[in-house]
């Protein structure tokens, strides 16, 4: 399934040293606690790896550095949330949706490792340890039963095994594993929430990318729309298998690094606003966020603005099932904005979010969805459906 595999001698699984040795210097220091002179250094190597030849080395450099540039005007979100790796990852595939799975796949299954190696240190975690192993084992669960054919799913394909065949595929895995899931703080409990991010983000992604497929083949193939409306349903009720999971943090666990991560907030999301823009339309009452912050701009763009959204082009099929499916899919996402408002009352109970909005007030406004009609269907998808976005 890998563009490059034809013309490429399987890679490495390991980094090439240097870079091997900065990802596990990233790994075991807290971001924010980076001396000012450690992040300009940071920011130089940068500079030095994009200005240096295409080798292995400098393309691992690039992922690893970015998010400390200082010369590039990164939101904070995507400085922290290192999504230009998944970028990185999702360019070089040619099925977005199964690369989507096995991105999942292995980050839950790293964190898995990770929060057993946690348990097995600190007698009193143990059981709260035990029980958000077994809510990501439910991710991979989740994942085995993702549709990715008329009659498979992830686990009956036999997916997992057969990427264990692919070595570009592993190795890429590898890179997005090492090269990202830094933490600002040096609290354990940073890592669940930072691939609970990664992990929505790739959903967000994987819901935009069926709803166009599904909007596309609306009154046109059947099994088509079919196919794409249940992948949809999926991928949105992963988003809530992930949140259940999340939801093994605590509010005083939440609140030990909630300060390092600073102003990274995902209103700064272009995944999610997307999915929006796809899925419903575009949401005028969100115009002030929107317009602030400047690589949001796309969604504002007359051009985006004008797509048919799956709900408006569900609304008006000649089926009622085509109708009733839409409806489906939908409930998930529903049950995944009450669920992320309920965490803003849980987590930060009277207090302003880092996005600069109120807080949880502001995701209450938008767990319903209002009418918002969209314009004319257009074809020219390219830009909303192939690329996994990020700043
Ligand atoms: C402890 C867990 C969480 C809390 C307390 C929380 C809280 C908040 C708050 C207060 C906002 C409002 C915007 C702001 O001012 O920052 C927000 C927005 C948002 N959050 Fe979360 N969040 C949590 C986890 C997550 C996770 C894991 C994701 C996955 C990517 C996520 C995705 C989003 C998105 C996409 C928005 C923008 C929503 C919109 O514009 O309608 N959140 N969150």
């Known amino acids: 399934m890998s563009t490059a595999r034809a013309v490429t001698p399987p890679r490495s699984r390991e980094l090439p040293a240097a870079c091997a040795e900065l990802a596990a210097r990233l790994h075991a220091t807290p971001l924010a606690e980076l001396p000012e002179h450690e992040v300009l250094r940071l920011s130089g ?17 690039r992922l690893l550095t970015r998010p400390f540039s200082r010369r590039l005007d990164i939101p904070e979100y995507y400085r922290y949330t290192g999504l230009h790796v998944a970028g990185w990852y999702f360019a070089r595939r040619e099925d977005p949706y199964q690369a989507g799975l096995l991105l999942v796949h ?65 190795h890429d895995l590898m890179v997005v594993n090492r090269c990202s899931g830094f933490r600002r703080s040096d609290k354990h409990d940073e890592h669940i929430f930072m691939r609970a991010v990664q992990a929505c983000e790739i959903g967000f992604f994987l819901v935009r990318w069926t709803a166009r497929r599904a909007t596309e083949a609306i009154d046109h193939d059947r099994a088509e729309y079919v196919l794409r409306m249940s992948q949809l349903t999926w991928a949105a009720e992963l988003l809530n298998v992930v949140f259940h999971a999340l939801r093994t943090l605590t509010p005083e666990l939440f609140k030990g690094f909630r300060d390092a991560t600073g102003s990274a907030s995902a209103v700064q999301s272009l ?38 959204s799956l709900r408006d082009a569900a609304a008006g099929a000649r089926d009622a099932d085509v109708r009733e499916a839409f409806a489906a899919s939908e409930a998930p996402l529903h049950v995944w904005r009450g669920r992320h408002y309920g965490f803003g009352r849980r987590y930060l109970p009277d207090m302003t979010g ?25 074809d020219d998808a390219e830009r909303l459906l192939t690329r996994f976005a990020y700043c």
């Open 45 to 61: 190597r940068y500079d030095a790896a994009v200005a240096g030849p295409d080798t292995d080395e400098n393309e691992i450099l």
């Open 106 to 170: 292995a980050l839950v299954t790293d964190l898995i490792g990770l929060e057993e190696r946690e348990a097995g240190l600190h007698e009193t975690t143990v059981e709260e340890g035990a029980e958000r192993v077994l809510r990501l084992e439910a991710v991979l669960a989740h994942l085995g039963r993702s549709p990715i054919g008329p009659d498979r799913t992830m686990a009956s394909a036999g997916l997992v095994r057969l990427a264990g065949h692919d070595g570009v595929l592993i």
């Open 271 to 308: 995944n999610y606003h997307l999915m929006e823009l796809v899925v419903y339309g575009y949401d005028e009452r969100k115009i002030e966020i929107y317009k602030g912050f400047a690589h949001l701009a796309p969604v504002n763009d007359p051009v985006l603005r004008e797509f048919t």
């Open 354 to 378: 880092s996005g600069g909005t109120e807080g949880a007030g502001y995701l209450k406004r938008f767990v319903g969805k209002a009418g918002l009609p969209s314009g004319e269907r257009i």
